[in-house]
């Protein structure tokens, strides 16, 4: 068997062997299933390093759980920032301060001749619209970056091109 064969066959070990490591450091918490051990601080010393959830388990997961959190953050930035767009700003209007345009399920965005609705702050309007869709525009961008580097990550980890061992002088 090649060094790469093996090398796929240990990488595919990895996400089993870091899932069954923080499994099993949970357990150790709990003997016999009872959990009045870890509450009354009745355990070995050494189940409170968290070995097996944070160095042999999380760790090694740690740069698809970053991308895959990347994702999630972007894309609230995405969602929340697209909400924005379509609600509207907080403007004074002839009736007070309000969402002018909150009903409008986002109409207003092309139809510019009522943006004058908005007294204060001058140029709210045009604000809000440049501003929200740039936000969208970044967020939409980290998201797919953050999709594709996930991907690539676990590729790597389960085609075997993951490297365990840091090779001096490669970067």
Known sequence: MGSRQCGGCLSCLLIPLALWSIIVNILLYFPNGQTSYASSN??????????????????????????????AFSG??????????????YCRT???????????????????SIWIQCLEPTHVVEWNIILFSILITLSGLQVIICLMRAGMQLSKILCGTYSVIIQPGII
């Open 42 to 71: 009745k355990l070995t010393n050494y189940v409170w390093y968290f070995e097996g959830i944070c160095f042999s388990g999380v760790m090694t997961l740690l740069s698809i759980i970053f991308s895959a959190l990347g994702v």
């Open 76 to 89: 609230y930035c995405l969602v929340i920032s697209a909400l924005g767009l379509v609600q509207g700003p």
């Open 94 to 112: 002839l009736d007070g301060w309000e969402y002018a345009f909150e009903g409008t399920g986002g109409r207003f965005l092309t139809d510019s």
